[in-house]
């Protein structure tokens, strides 16, 4: 994070022209090391770290991080219902997992975490602006499955998944990151900042990581974004 000593970082999802967000609210999740060892991954709890990292740079964060064993499921819905509920109605709330994905939801530790359950959870949240970001296999279900489920016109909720339904989410031992992060904290950093104008929209965003993750998986890996925003809706302002 050195890279960023000269830099105050405001990120600001989910912010339009009428809305002002007071405060962000993250729950960074990364499971790599499951129960045994057939189902262990190799980078999930690395991507979870450094997606913490990142947003713990603005000071107007409020964040917890759970990785392997304490990423069970009551763990993570606990955590989720305290803490966003404390987000008020122009606040950001947050949810990365990073891990094994099925379809249907996301595995924590010990058990299955559904899409209908995390929808549950934002439903009792105050905030009007919420967000998931999934580097999982198969995240891209959600879209597929839970559309109608997450669709709420009365709030802003975005989805950015490493893949299509019916994809795996790769990683490669040598990197730090699984390929969606790796290239979700090198556009979120700036390089997805193609005017040059100090703004990431989620337009840019989406652009800069596909492309990204294209590349490295070979065009076995296709992100999806998709929700209730605007394409032009800043995701990072620094």
Not at 9 to 26: D, G, K, M, T
Not at 183 to 209: M, P, Q, Y
């Amino acid at each position: 994070m050195k890279t960023f000593r000269f830099f105050i970082i405001v990120l600001l999802i989910f912010v339009s022209s009428n809305i002002e967000a007071r405060h962000i609210y993250l729950i960074s999740v990364g499971v790599a090391d499951y129960p045994g060892i057939k189902n262990d991954l190799f980078l999930p709890v690395h991507d979870a770290e450094d997606i913490y990292d990142l947003y713990n740079i603005n000071t107007n964060t409020t964040s917890v991080l759970l990785t392997d064993s304490s990423a069970k499921k009551k763990r993570i819905v606990k955590e989720m219902r305290r803490l966003f509920g404390k987000a008020e109605k122009g606040d950001i709330v947050v949810l990365f997992f990073s891990g094994h994905g099925l379809p249907g939801g996301f595995v924590a530790y010990d058990d299955l975490l559904t899409y209908e359950e995390i929808r549950q959870l934002f439903a009792e949240s105050k905030a009007k602006n919420k967000m998931i970001i999934a580097d999982a296999c198969y995240s891209g279900d959600i879209r597929e499955n839970s559309a109608k489920r997450f669709n709420d016109p009365k709030n802003n909720i975005m989805l950015f998944l490493s893949s299509r339904g019916d994809e795996y989410s790769g990683e490669y031992p040598k990197l730090r990151n699984g390929f969606f992060t790796t290239c979700l904290l090198r556009s979120l950093k700036g390089g997805a900042d193609t005017n040059k104008d100090h703004i990431i929209t989620a337009k840019e965003l989406f652009a800069a990581v596909s492309a990204g993750v294209t590349t490295l998986s070979q065009d076995k890996q296709h992100p999806v974004m998709w929700g209730n925003f605007d394409n032009d809706m800043p995701v990072m302002v620094w």
